[in-house]
């Protein structure tokens, strides 16, 4: 029973700074673009997941949707890596390809990302850099509003 409920205590705690992370991340947004953009988190309205995979279903959200009127205009991803490891190497992959699918629906594809792991994944982030337009990290998010 102990092992049990240290695994569950574990994976309780697995997520909360990638949690911390997009709650900044949404907050910043909503502060600095509110009086021009509709900005909604977690939009289960709008989704590019079904054009980039067939077994991700609707239920997938980005982390924060930008509508200019009712059409959308930006997708933000967050993502906070405190360990390295091919979580973080395949998600870059991923949003290589949901940059593509957002490009051609005239969508701005925003990743934020920060956290002590890129230190020992640089070569990771640099070829997504080579890939994606728009790679942030917290500090960079007011440049959002001259992106859009």
């Known amino acids: 029973m102990l092992g049990v409920e240290v695994g569950l205590d574990t994976n309780a705690r697995k997520n909360r700074s990638g949690g911390i992370f997009e709650g900044m991340v949404q907050r910043k947004v909503r502060r600095i673009c509110h009086s021009h ?16 995979s067939r077994r991700i279903g609707r239920a997938k959200t980005h982390d924060v949707v930008i509508y200019s009127d009712v059409h959308p205009i930006g997708v933000i991803e967050c993502n906070f890596y405190n360990v390295t490891g091919s979580k973080p190497i395949s998600i870059a992959e991923s949003y290589i390809e949901m940059h593509r699918v957002a490009r051609e629906r005239g969508i701005e594809f925003i990743w934020v990302t920060d956290g002590p792991a890129w230190r020992s994944m640089k070569e990771s982030l640099l070829r997504a850099m080579e890939q994606l337009e728009w790679i942030l990290n917290f500090r960079m998010v007011d440049l959002i509003r001259r992106i859009l």
């Open 37 to 52: 953009y509709r900005i909604v988190e977690n939009d289960p309205e709008f989704s590019l997941y079904p054009l980039i």
